[in-house]
């Protein structure tokens, strides 16, 4: 919390409030593309899996998103 407070004070708060909003962002609009394909890719299952691909495909790009995120933030604060 008090690391919080003093990165609030800090001149390197708005590129850092930018950063965090602007990779929420990414996260939500992720997640709006693919409620909205989500009826269509319903009628098409991976073989292997037996899943539906409106599941499947959300799934992984939600974990390669995050990964992106991550490193992205990582580099950004350096």
């Given amino acids: 919390m ?13 590129r850092f409030k930018n950063l965090v909003l602007g990779l929420f962002g990414a996260w ?12 269509p890719l319903n009628n098409v299952i ?3 899996l037996d899943l539906p691909l ?3 495909m959300p799934v992984q ?5 995050f ?4 490193f992205r933030f ?4 350096r």
């Avoid at 939500?28 to 009826?39: A, I, K, N, Q, Y």
């Avoid at 790009?61 to 998103?65: D, E, G, K, R, W």
């Avoid at 990582?74 to 604060?77: K, N, Q």
């Fill in 74 to 77: 990582a580099r950004a604060t």
């Fill in 61 to 65: 790009a939600a974990v390669i998103v």
């Fill in 46 to 48: 991976v073989p292997v």
């Fill in 2 to 14: 008090i690391a919080l407070l003093i990165l609030y004070r800090s001149k390197h708060w708005p």
């Fill in 28 to 39: 939500v609009g992720l997640f709006f593309l693919t409620s909205v394909f989500m009826r």
């Fill in 54 to 56: 409106s599941f499947y």
């Fill in 67 to 70: 990964a992106v995120m991550v």
